[in-house]
């Protein structure tokens, strides 16, 4: 007998329904921000320490979102989030808007709002799980990276479009207006209070969690990596991507490569509900690799194609790679312990990026940006196939049901 759909649970369409609206409108937010923040005067390193100020601020919150996660009703974190980013995010674009931005105020609001996103982010990737049966699970991971990344690519490329024919604030404007509609799809969640940790000292609660990472090889080698990769590649993206792009074909064509980085989410999305290896981590570090040839396009310059072929090039392996990833960590995590676990896999992702972002202006001045772009895509590309060495890496396959699943409610 074939397995029902995951779109068949009302639950999972109104999580992936509130992921997806809202990551349409946040796509557009480091577009916006980029350009506010050059419209403003402000410098590469400027511009780095604003988005390291949103980075710094997830990696202080997230590890303490991961225990909310576990011990209250994850909808209602997602929830509570979601309509308190619509208000800040209400109250940047009426700033900029009204013609009173300033740099410092750019950098305020994104430590509010990366605080408001690291509470709520471990919970909603532990939600998945919740919304849909066991079988259902392999495809309602890949189903979810779908939506969301399609939403991204739409609002990267709506976003330049947006910024280049008006303003950046009308840009963050409608970015609050989708986190308030994505608070709305997530009140009307009705799974049962998933959570089952108990009423410890967060600090006790986090080594818990700890110990869950490190009982795993696979998922504490795989953590560290990262920590590499967003050290080297953040910059990349955040800082010197808008500049180097927007310099030679203007701040539209910047837009429109992390649109192409999108549609190679979609698309290695896609793949991913075809290809299903049995190892999980031996695939995904592979494509993994594929994520140098955006920082090597953008380096060897020339036409405006490459850069956009390599950013979609980044965008499949990126995307086959995180499906693999995410399905590892739900086959192999209990339930009492997904939302910290997702809450050290994220810091993996967010701990050394604020300092990445900070130094990428000044690294870059010294060593020549494009000599730079290509370090970076050694490190992240070798870095990737490094982690074949590990024999956990390469073993961890594929099981037929995870640790533990909530029966769903489905209409």
């Known amino acids: 007998m074939s397995v029902p759909s995951p779109l068949r649970s009302h639950d999972f369409r109104m999580l992936v329904g509130g992921v997806a609206v809202s990551g349409l409108g946040s796509a557009m937010t480091p577009v916006a921000l980029a ?202 993206q955040g800082v010197l991507g808008p500049i180097v792009v927007g310099d030679a074909w203007g701040e539209q064509a910047w837009g429109w490569a992390l649109s192409a980085l999108m549609i190679g989410f979609v698309a290695g999305g896609f793949v991913a509900l075809r290809w299903q290896p049995r190892h999980l981590l031996r695939w995904g570090v592979l494509m993994l690799s594929l994520t140098a040839a955006f920082p090597i396009a953008m380096a060897l310059g020339g036409s405006l194609w490459p850069v956009l072929l390599g950013a979609f090039a980044h965008g499949v392996g990126l995307q086959l790679f995180s499906v693999q990833w995410d399905l590892a960590i739900q086959q192999n995590i209990a339930e009492d312990m997904l939302a910290r676990v997702y809450s050290f896999d994220l810091v993996g992702s967010f701990v050394c990026r604020p300092l990445g972002l900070a130094l990428t202006g000044p690294v870059a001045a010294l060593v020549g940006v494009d000599r730079w772009l290509l370090v970076v895509a050694a490190v992240i590309g070798l870095s990737s196939l490094a982690a074949l060495a590990a024999p956990s890496v390469r073993a961890l396959t594929r099981r037929p049901a995870p640790v533990s699943a909530a029966e769903p409610a489905t209409v």
């Open 35 to 236: 350009f506010a923040v050059l419209h403003l005067g402000g410098t590469a390193t400027e511009l780095g320490l604003v988005v390291a100020a949103f980075a710094g601020a997830e990696v202080v919150t997230i590890l303490y979102g991961g225990v909310l996660g576990d011990r209250l009703p994850r909808q209602l974190l997602m929830q509570g989030s979601s309509a308190a980013t619509a208000v800040s995010q209400a109250a940047c674009a009426v700033v900029l808007l009204s013609g009173h931005g300033s740099i410092a105020f750019l950098t305020a609001i994104g430590v509010v709002n990366g605080c408001l996103g690291a509470l709520a982010q471990p919970a909603s990737n532990a939600m998945t799980r919740a919304t849909v049966t066991a079988e259902q699970l392999p495809r309602a991971v890949v189903l979810r990276a779908l939506a969301n990344q399609t939403a991204y690519a739409v609002g990267f490329a709506v976003g330049g479009i947006i910024v280049a024919a008006s303003s950046p604030g009308w840009a963050i404007a409608v970015d609050a207006a989708t986190y308030a509609v994505a608070a709305v799809l997530f009140a009307m969640i009705r799974v049962p209070n998933v959570a089952t940790a108990g009423r410890e000292r967060m600090l006790s609660e986090l080594a818990d969690g700890a110990r869950e990472v490190l009982r795993h090889s696979w998922l504490w080698l795989l953590i560290g990596q990262a920590l590499l990769y967003h050290l080297c590649y953040g910059g990349v």
